[in-house]
């Protein structure tokens, strides 16, 4: 704007600025101001000095304008009190001011503040419709009516005659119209009458032809006077010949501006910028002219508006979009049209979607824009602006139309022009809605430009949503929404005698229709990706979902719910989650589980909403309590409060809108009654008789409506977002209306009906844009996409039971986001079921997901979490580790809920249960889960005791009990020993997370509550002796609990203060007589805990030792459970080693042990053998505890070498029940004295006791002893407390005697036996196996003997169908591979050979077929040895070295392998689980090797041996004729092995080649691919594995016996023979074809290789293969040699070397 105009234009406080549309900024605010300096009202206009020509007229005209502009601003928002605070005003004579005064001496007064009156006019600036226009029409004819009264040059005749007063006041009026009138359009007819004359003098008369043209500033000033006509809506009042010449003068502008353009280097001075801005503002006038009612026909040319169109779009495009977008510029640099531009986009829309610029160029390329460039942008919104009021003006032809909307929908493909681009929405909706033929096309157009999208555009969202702060969507989205909203309008009021639809839908089918078809144009598209475009479809599609999810609430935009729903029926669909595709299903469930979690959310806030508005429609009026505000709850306080007349409610003003300064006249309604009453000013009458019987609903949901009806109508920008809107709610609650037809015109009622006003003039508008919001939230509710939330739930819930993994996750994932909203939804019994389905899926990452969504919120929920409990805690069992990790911090969260959860106990059980887990970290997990639950001290915890005066708080006494309940559910205590160790060391914490001074504050915090728990432990065992009289059972769990501690550091159990005190206590419970199970178990606690702590006494009182010797002694002669007597003596021998006394009772004892053995060994009477058996177990124990007190014994009949000779004899007794004992006895006598197993007579019966022959018992007791003496060996060598990361105080060992730990005598005597105990591995008792196994894995720790002599029975020991043993030995295998991996692949063959050996022997309990492997037999072995091999595939050396060392065994010259072997060999080769391409590869490279070397050698001695008679002739006869004659010919002995050999041979090469055909149609290898292959060549990682459906390998038509006669002979040579030419043929002959493949289908011929037949290769050859030649049958020496050689031989003429 230039100086002159802002200052002519500066005016205050309007109620209409009707210059906005003629302005160059986008809108002005409503008033600026009375004394704001800055808009200098009273200074003089300047703009005259500019027009020489026209400065009087103009002046006149504007001065008439601003006069009545000034007349009707109101000024009383300023409150003046008094009329002298403003001083009159002083104009100088040939001012504007001195102008407008003289069109009106009031224009300067201001009017004083008064009551507002009840109704307040509301004028508009462009009517959005042709009802809508004629009331600000009228609305301006009566103030213009008014202002025309007042100017003083107009006075009225006294008439005296009263008969003539009426005829003389119509002629009053009419000469009042008429001046009216010749001033309104004096102005511009005085413009017009100079400039046209001016143009007849230098051309046409009517302006048609070239001639004179005005300039920019002559231009505007006609520009002002027609916006001002326009404004007033006073353009009809020009004759009509002055508006033809005007707008063929125009038009001679607009031609003369044609191709005209504003380049880079154009400022506001340069001749293009002002040929293009007068054509500019002479479009705005033409079209200013043409938008104005009452406009006769004769002014709409169509060749003026087309080239209106034209030039306008010409503009937009080379003068905006080639400053805005770099595509454009440089297709008009290059002299190129912008259909070149709309084809490349289009052939890139075909490729792919664009790629986005980046933003430092989009910050270039808005930076250069220049001033021109933006002055011409906002001129042509302004102009598309009027294009929208010309449309619905006039008619318009189909081209036309065509080509706007090009114009219109061009504008969304550059970035930056969002006011453009606002302004093509509102054009676009216009045709949308006046012009129904071209929906479609729109639609096609709008699609188009979707896909021209930038994929990864950071500004993709410009569309800011009405008053929603940081909240914007898709320009085209918004565009979409208003399409939609604008293509509905409810049916005509019909007359009584027309006949109307009673189908009240049919009003809302067009926007479904449209709806539709937008969807299904895009699934086109969605559903069938092109290869690179796939993702971006998918992501146009998540974000066109979540701009409608984002507008789902909005008021302006109903059509959001209708798009979305319209979506979700076709997601629901063949297209969505019923498709073929996979991907399209993924896709599909991901968009449903989006919608239905807002859905969700949305449901949960309205059921949570407590606004006034919706709960008083829902309740209906009641009681209030007085002074507490309806809408707030809160009470008056100091607030201005108000009631409503009505309903009685009462409100804060603030509340509602309402200020005390506001004068309340007779009262004062809320919105609801306000609304009400409103709708009770219904008449159905008053549209015609059929509408008579119509009722207005009664129920609340009507008052919302219309509170969000007038809502919209109040704020309605003029921009028609609000006005179709409105429509759109009108149909849509129309077409649901249970009242159909009789209901219409009451729609057609609110739709014109106005907001309700105040009695004191306030009216309802001051109703919050939140409020609003959640009544649309609140009527989304009865909507059907709401109502459909249950069908995509059970919709979401069936993907669950999807074939696919990754439907099924995404599935997962959508309930997961439902869940996320409302963890309600998991009690419903559909979701519990599907979920608890998902626990147990085939896929991992499903299971995972299943145990996520479940654990994130049941926690909240105790009463859904034990719904779930049972299922979810038995996948603590699951195969995937990532799914035990997450079960096992779910049941730790429920554990450590505030309330208590009721399965507390049950869930600890359940984790406890993992604490042995293969994997390292669920075992880190498990005691990291058990320190926080029990050993971690919770800060701000208040500090409680328990009563009775103990010092052990009340939380500590709460875990323990919970331990103690632990401990009874588990079958040992071990579980337990292992937590409290690890939460003692903090050895589950990573090393890198913990610092040294944390660390030891911790340790020493557990150790403190370790102690006090043991204290509340003891007291819990004294409180079970006071308060039942079965004492001992009730103590034995704080007992066992107790043990477990003391094993973990026994001075737990022996406090400073008083070290012998729990001795002490527990001493005297060793008394009892009772003699069962759960006696002997706390017996056998209690004498270990008594144990444990007596090193630690330094001085233990002399009545507890003679106690305790006495009690011992009792026990370990009487007690008959061994495990008492074991605990018993181990506590006798340390209790005597303190003692100050020389051990008497252990002394005694002793010889009377020996003396009962000695006794028998002369007698051997039947009834002393119980004795006996005693006696040899408890003499082994004291020797074991006490040698060195042995050693030490007066008795020299009693010595270590007595001892072992009186074992020796019972070692060799012919009672096998007490040679059995006596080597259990002599396992404990080894740990004290190592060097007797080096005994020859030992030696001997440990030797024989290891046979296969020998008893299971003898096997599992010496194995046992050796597993003992081993694990012994290494405590004292401390190895297993390295493992744990501590090292045993060796104050608190138990002493062993000298020579246990020395390595040298532990190696001799295992490498003495080594060969006997891995026989056993491969033992047929399964217990033997896993003793045997044992073994060598305590052997393998201690590195006692050479590592790769075990590697044979591991592998073989890896197909074991015992769980146990094969996890053990892939272990050890793992192991050995990682520290040896050179040794350990030259073993891998004997370990083959040995694995089938094994199967052999029947030791896997599988049932064998004569001559062949079971299949399920097979199958397992081939699980374990694919295990082996997956061990070895990361190296390339090392495969090779095992896939050649197999693949030589088939050379039956070298390796004499059976055919059983080799057929064994073959299922496993073929059922490998290659990863790389290289690795079948090699595989055939090596196969090809062996049949270079050895099948023509092979065929040609064979067909050499029956050239010689009796067998000559015998290869030319046929199959049938051969076998019988075969069969009687008689050969010598040496002649028939000779032939044997060879037939194995043949068998073997027959397995090669069946086997290379598997791989090749396998892994569609052709021989090319093979012949070029060689092992040296680079590793192609990206070459992965496709392996094709192809059928099983079977080798059932191989011959597995030895020939026995000359026709069995035949037999296998003839097979291997047709094998040997089936292998000349390429792959692509017997391969599937590739559509085949695909399908997972064979061929015919792939089939008939695998029918076991040996005759199909022929029939195979006479398709396919060429003939094969003559000779071969006729033992042609060329013939021979020709099939000796190998196929690459065959076609190549030389072998390559091996």
Known sequence: MEEGDRKTYG???????????????????????????????????????????????????????????????????????????????????????????????????????????????????QPSSFAARTGPLQNSEDHEEQSTVKKPRLKRKHQHDADHQGKEKRA???????????????????????????????????????????????????????????????????????????LNFLDRHVRHAHLKEIDEGDDVESDNFEIVMTALEAVQVTLMIMSSPKMPKQIYKEEVIDRIIEFTRYQIVHSVFTAYDPLYRQVHKNGGDEDEVDEEEEDEGKRGRRKSRSGKAKKLTSSRVSTAVSIVLHKLCSILALLKDLLSVEKLLDSTILQ?????????????????????????????????????????????????????????????????????????????????????????????????????????????????????????????????????????????????????????????????????????????????????????????????????????????????????????????????????????????????????????GDCVG?????????????????????????????????????????????????????????????????????????????????????SLAFYHWRWGSKAPHQDFGITSNAISRDIIVRITRALGQQRPLARGFDRILERLLASLQENASNPRAKALKAVSAIVEVDPGVLADERVQKAVEGRFMDSAISVREAAMELVGRHIVSRPDVAIKYFDRLSERIMDTGVSVRKRVIKILRDFCLLAGGFPKATDACIRVISRINDDEASIQDLVCKTFYELWFEEHPGQQTQFVADGSIVPSEIAERVQQIVDVLKSLPNHQPIVMIIKRSLTLDFIPQGSKTAAPTNISQAAVRNRCELMCKYLMECILKAEETSEDSEVQALPYVSALHAFCIVDPTLCAPASDPSRFAVTLQPYLKTLADNRDIAQLLQSIVYVIDTVLPLLRRPPQNLVEELERDLRQLIVRYSFLTVVHACIKCLASLTKISSKKGVVFDFL??????????????????????????????????????????????????????????????????????????????FVFLARPDFMMNESIGKVLGDSLISKADTRLKMQTLRNFYEYLLDVEKQMGLANAKDGESRDATTAVPIAAGAGDSNICGGIIQLHWDRILERCLDKDEQVRQAAIKVVDAVLRQGLVHPMTCVPQLIALEVDQQEGISKLAHRLLSNLNDKYPSFFETRLGDGLQLSFTFIQTGATHASRVKNKVDQNEAAFARAGISRIYKLIRGSRNSRNKFLASVVRKFDWITSQASTSFLMYCTEILVSLPFNLLEEPLYLIFAINRILQVRAGDLEASIKAEFQQEPLCGLMKQTAPDATEEGTSIQVPQEVLKHLQVQSDGAVALSLLLKMKRHLKITFCLDDARCQAFQPSDPVKSAEVVSRQAAKDFDCTDIFAKQPENVAEVVQRYQLFKSLLKADTMDYSAYAPPASTRKRGRSSA??????????????????????????????????????????????????????
């Open 11 to 125: 005016l205050a406080n309007t109620a209409h600025t009707e210059i906005a549309q003629s302005l160059p900024l986008p809108s002005l605010p409503i008033g600026f101001g009375a004394t704001s300096q800055g808009l200098s009202l009273f200074e003089e206009n300047e703009h005259a000095a500019r027009l020489q020509g026209a400065r009087d007229a103009a002046i006149m005209s504007k001065a008439g304008k601003i006069a009545e502009l000034l007349a009707n601003t109101d000024s009383s928002y300023i409150t003046l009190k008094d009329e002298t605070s403003i001083p009159p005003v002083v104009a100088e004579p040939g001012s504007l001011a001195a102008a407008v005064l003289k069109f009106n001496p009031q224009a300067f007064s201001c009017r004083f503040s008064a009551p507002l009156k009840a109704e307040v006019p509301k004028a508009k600036s």
């Open 172 to 246: 009053a009026d009419s000469g009042r119209r008429e001046l009216k009138q010749n001033g309104i359009t004096s102005g511009i007819c005085e413009l017009l009458n100079e400039f046209l004359e001016r143009s007849d003098t230098h051309g046409d008369p009517d302006g048609e032809e070239e001639g004179t043209t005005l300039s920019l500033q002559e231009m505007k000033s006609i520009s002002e006077e027609i916006t001002s006509l326009h404004a007033k809506a006073a353009v009809s009042k020009i004759p009509s010949e002055r508006l033809i010449k005007l």
């Open 404 to 652: 706007l909307m090009k114009t219109v929908l061009g504008t969304f493909g550059v970035d930056n022009i969002q006011l453009l681009q606002l302004k093509a929405i509102g054009v676009a909706s216009m045709v949308f809605n006046i012009y129904p033929q071209h929906q479609t096309v729109m639609i096609d157009e709008l699609l188009s430009m979707l896909w021209k999208l930038p994929s990864s555009k950071k500004n993709l969202r410009t569309y800011h949503l009405p008053e929603e702060e940081h909240k914007q969507i898709q320009m085209l989205v918004a565009l979409l929404l208003q399409l939609v909203q604008c293509s509905v309008a409810l049916p005509e009021l019909r007359t009584g005698q027309e006949k109307a639809s009673t189908d009240t839908r049919k009003c809302f089918e067009p926007a479904v229709s449209i709806c539709n078809y937008f969807w299904r144009n895009v699934f086109q598209r969605w559903a069938v990706p092109k290869a690179q475009e796939g993702s971006d479809v998918k992501l146009v599609m998540e974000n066109l979902v979540l701009d409608l999810l984002a507008t789902i609430n909005v008021p302006e935009f109903p059509a959001a719910s209708l798009l979305l729903q319209v979506l979700c029926v076709l997601l629901l669909g063949p297209a969505g989650v019923k498709s073929k595709d996979v991907p399209v299903r993924v896709s599909a469930i991901d968009i449903l589980g989006q919608i239905a979690a807002h859905l969700k959310r949305d449901t949960v806030a309205y059921s949570k909403d407590n606004l006034w508005i919706l709960q008083e429609t829902q309740e209906g009026p009641s009681s209030f309590a007085k002074d507490v505000c309806t809408s707030c709850g809160h009470s008056k306080a100091n607030k201005f409060i108000l009631r409503c007349d009505s309903c009685k409610r009462w409100f804060h």
């Open 658 to 742: 309402v200020t005390g300064q506001d004068l309340i006249g007779r009262g004062w309604f809320c919105h609801c009654c306000l609304c009400r009453n409103q709708l009770a000013s219904f008449d159905p009458g008053s549209s015609g008789k059929s509408h008579d019987t119509y009722k207005v609903p009664e129920d609340g949901a009507v008052i919302v409506q219309q509170i969000l009806l007038n809502f919209l109508r109040e704020t309605d920008s003029g921009d028609n977002v609000s006005f179709f809107a409105r429509r759109f709610y009108l149909c849509l609650w129309y077409g649901y209306d249970p009242q159909g037809l009789q």
């Open 1150 to 1227: 002793v010889r009377q042990f020996y003396k009962v053995l000695e006794s028998w060994q002369n007698s051997e009477m039947i009834q002393e053998k119980p004795n006996i058996l005693r006696s040899l177990f408890c003499l082994g124990l004291f020797v074991r505890y006490g040698a060195e007190l042995i050693d030490g014994m007066n008795d020299h009949d009693v010595t270590m070498d007595s001892v072992l000779n009186l074992y020796t004899h019972y070692l060799q007794s012919e009672d096998f029940e007490v040679k059995v004992k006596a080597l259990q006895a002599a396992g």
């Open 1645 to 1698: 011929a792939a089939d008939g290789l695998y029918q076991g037949n040996g005759h199909v290769g022929s029939k195979l050859r006479r398709k396919s293969a060429p003939p094969a030649p003559a000779s071969d049958d006729d033992g042609d020496p060329d013939a021979q040699e020709e099939h000796g050689r190998t196929p690459s031989k065959r076609r190549k003429g030389k072998s390559r070397k091996p």
